[in-house]
């Protein structure tokens, strides 16, 4: 079966605390994995998407790499305004549907 | 910018009534999704729909209707709302890649 898990679920950072995200997958034949950002009350906001092992991207604070079996999402030096919910997904090849995580809920204190 | 906009960002609805959320993207995309997100369950997909007319059940169909008239637009439809679909619902379109979301609609059934 198809699943996506984030860990942590939860976290907490001081201002300019770098740490890492993780989102370990399984599927067969990974069409492509995503990274979004979720404020509260809105709907997610499209961070990256990386479709084979090895790639890399980034924006800003943020970087976003690939293995085989999970991506990371790097926050380097993180602001109290990059606190929200990060969520991956996954798309498996010959699907339209999308996988998604229950997310990592971040907050940044100043 | 893609823009995916949903009818109304709050609704309060009576158990028992047939509820209509609209949504509308403006990218010419073929695929269109419904979601509906609880905490500690992520995001879970009610339908999709590659292109008009056509739709698929996904994890959750259950009490869910959708129509896909037009290319643009995509409404999900509760038959006759009960109290466990409150909850937010967002929609969503994409082309072959990345999803992206409009903003919410937090619907309360009392």
């Known amino acids: 079966e198809d699943q996506v898990t984030q860990s942590p679920e939860a976290l907490r950072l001081q201002e300019g605390e770098s740490s890492s995200l993780n989102c370990s997958y399984t599927v067969s034949g990974l069409r492509g994995l995503f990274w979004y950002r979720q404020d509260p009350g809105k709907g997610p906001e499209f961070l990256f998407t990386?479709?084979?092992a090895g790639e890399e991207k980034e924006k800003e604070r943020l970087k976003a790499t690939l293995t085989k079996k999970e991506s990371f999402l790097h926050i380097t030096a993180p602001k109290p305004e990059d606190s929200a919910t990060y969520l991956c997904?996954?798309?498996?090849?010959?699907?339209?549907?999308?996988?998604f995580g229950t997310g990592t809920r971040l907050k940044v204190l100043a | 910018d893609v823009k995916v906009t949903q009818s109304s960002r709050y609704l309060v609805k009576r158990t028992g009534e047939k509820v209509f959320l609209e949504c509308v993207q403006d990218?010419?995309?073929?695929?269109m999704f419904w979601y509906r997100q609880d905490p500690g369950l992520g995001l879970r997909l009610i339908y999709f729909s590659y292109d008009v007319k056509m739709k698929e059940k996904g994890d959750i169909p259950e009490g869910y209707s959708v129509s896909r008239e037009k290319k643009e637009r995509f409404s999900l439809i509760l038959e006759s709302a009960s109290t466990n679909q409150t909850s937010m619902y967002l929609c969503?379109?994409?082309?072959?890649?990345?999803?992206?979301f409009g903003q919410g609609t937090r619907l309360t059934v009392v």
């Open positions: 969503a379109s994409s082309f072959k890649g990345e999803a992206f």
């Open positions: 997904a996954v798309q498996e090849g010959g699907t339209y549907k999308y996988i």
């Open positions: 990218m010419d995309h073929e695929n």
């Open positions: 990386l479709y084979s």
